[in-house]
């Protein structure tokens, strides 16, 4: 089958979607259960496997009152059922009355299965910047 | 061609081997030279291209004394002509008269070109630990 960057891109969004919604139920759909699916959170250790990786996802989602995201693609490949996608998240998430802005560079990794992409990797890690937090 | 672990495992080892001599020569040689090749290293930017990347490399060895790593796999994969690594480094540096320990998370996917394994994306995060650094 002849894959297009289109549906990776929608994959993608829909990963950020579900991260935004604070929904593990619309995290658990865009993820691959095979067991070699690995998350690198910013500065976490390796969740490998699904169960420690849906439970790395409650407990962000737990301690998380809201996030927002603006996703910048930097890249899109596929590989025959792989595809490949580079972007940076600029995030926004909101810390007792304040919003707190920041960067992390993602390499996202899917795969072809039942007739949709799903994240089989998602590596995030802090961009550090000079500019000063938002108020 | 059907490809086997043992020789990406090999090429994942003079990666670090490059990085260990200090060797933009040896550097060069493991890297894809494609367009849309990218690196990240912890904190950084993302450096696409192989002028960006090597010029990481060169600023990087330019300011490392010594450096060595222990490098733990935590997975391969092969798909077609992609590979995909999955390792925890294990990095000591000299900065003045002492060795300073740290963690890096790396996602490294290589490429089938020319008849070898090319590195065509490097993704290294810091590993948050609550170890104290080594004398």
């Given at each position: 089958?002849?894959?297009?960057?289109?549906a990776?891109r929608?994959?993608n969004?829909?990963?950020?979607?579900?991260?935004?919604?604070?929904?593990?139920k619309?995290m658990?759909d865009?993820?691959s259960k095979?067991?070699y699916?690995?998350?690198i959170h910013p500065?976490w250790?390796?969740?490998a496997?699904?169960?420690?990786v849906?439970?790395?996802?409650v407990l962000?989602?737990?301690?998380?009152r809201?996030?927002?995201?603006?996703?910048?693609?930097?890249?899109?490949r596929?590989?025959g059922d792989?595809?490949?996608v580079v972007c940076?998240?600029s995030i926004?998430?909101q810390?007792?009355?304040?919003?707190?802005d920041g960067?992390v560079l993602?390499t996202?990794l899917?795969?072809w299965?039942?007739?949709?992409w799903q994240?089989?990797?998602?590596?995030?890690?802090?961009?550090?910047t000079?500019?000063?937090?938002?108020?």
């Amino acid at each position: 089958m002849e894959h297009n960057c289109e549906a990776v891109r929608e994959a993608n969004v829909s990963f950020y979607r579900a991260f935004e919604m604070l929904d593990i139920k619309r995290m658990e759909d865009i993820w691959s259960k095979g067991d070699y699916i690995k998350c690198i959170h910013p500065g976490w250790p390796v969740c490998a496997g699904w169960v420690e990786v849906r439970d790395s996802w409650v407990l962000i989602f737990n301690h998380t009152r809201a996030i927002k995201f603006s996703i910048d693609l930097l890249d899109i490949r596929i590989l025959g059922d792989w595809a490949y996608v580079v972007c940076m998240e600029s995030i926004s998430t909101q810390e007792q009355e304040a919003w707190v802005d920041g960067k992390v560079l993602a390499t996202n990794l899917f795969e072809w299965r039942g007739g949709q992409w799903q994240v089989f990797h998602h590596h995030g890690s802090p961009l550090v910047t000079n500019e000063a937090p938002a108020a």
